[in-house]
T-cell receptor, first 114, second 116 residues
Framework: EPEVTQTPSHQVTQMGQEVILRCVPI?????FYWYRQILGQKVEFLVS????????KSEIFDDQFSVERPDGSNFTLKIRSTKLEDSAMYFC????????????FGSGTQLSVL | AQKVTQAQTEISVVEKEDVTLDCVYETRDTTYYLFWYKQPPSGELVFLIRRNSFDEQNEISGRYSWNFQKSTSSFNFTITASQVVDSAVYFCALSAPERGANNLFFGTGTRLTVIP
């Protein structure tokens, strides 16, 4: 079965540094998402992306965050200047067109900001 | 606004017992979708089921069954004859595409531990 692939699986960075989390969505999917999960807490929506632009974002997704689809396969999340509270598991997801379609999630990138 | 409540933070059962995980949702939309995802200790999110708001039929898949009741805004999940491999965090989630947002709103999850 096709998978959403995320790299790296773990990322350690110093506070204030920029990080880029990478995702390869399933090839025929058109809608892309980033979610995060702080340790032991619920999964929170960050941003959705369709047709090369952000379709929706949450309050968490402030100016420090950006997303990009630099080519036909990758989907990235950039955090410009990381903070301690950005430490979390970041999940990428994708889906096919259609209302209520399920999201396929990647295995996540565990980001630790020191 | 969308809201999903999973009141049970943690549940422990002995292997072979049945267990029900509760999910209560809130939405003003008439068309919406409900989901259950499983997060095993390895951390990935595994899709289990999707149900739309117009289909209140209960569903059974092996040892798993789901009870959707619009009258009580609940979408409960039952595992019959639980096994150690069922130990995971289970998330209930809601999406309401009418608002143009197909993103999922997750509940806080229920951690299920099945004791051998």
């Amino acid at each position: 079965e096709p998978e959403v692939t995320q790299t790296p699986s773990h990322q350690v960075t110093q506070m204030g540094q920029e990080v880029i989390l990478r995702c390869v969505p399933i090839s025929n999917h058109l809608y892309f998402y980033w979610y995060r999960q702080i340790l032991g807490q619920k999964v929170e929506f960050l941003v959705s992306f369709y047709n090369n632009e952000i379709s929706e974002k949450s309050e968490i997704f402030d100016d420090q965050f950006s997303v990009e689809r630099p080519d036909g396969s990758n989907f990235t999340l950039k955090i410009r200047s990381t903070k301690l509270e950005d430490s979390a598991m970041y999940f990428c997801a994708s889906r096919t067109p259609g209302r209520g379609e399920k999201l396929f999630f990647g295995s996540g990138t565990q980001l630790s900001v020191l | 606004a969308q809201k999903v409540t999973q009141a049970q933070t943690e549940i422990s059962v002995v292997e072979k017992e049945d267990v029900t995980l509760d999910c209560v949702y809130e939405t003003r939309d008439t068309t919406y979708y409900l989901f259950w995802y499983k997060q095993p200790p390895s951390g990935e999110l595994v899709f289990l089921i999707r149900r739309n708001s117009f289909d209140e039929q209960n569903e059974i898949s092996g040892r798993y069954s789901w009870n959707f009741q619009k009258s009580t805004s609940s979408f409960n999940f039952t595992i019959t004859a639980s096994q150690v491999v069922d130990s995971a965090v289970y998330f209930c989630a809601l999406s309401a595409p009418e608002r143009g947002a197909n993103n999922l709103f997750f509940g806080t999850g229920t951690r299920l531990t099945v004791i051998p």
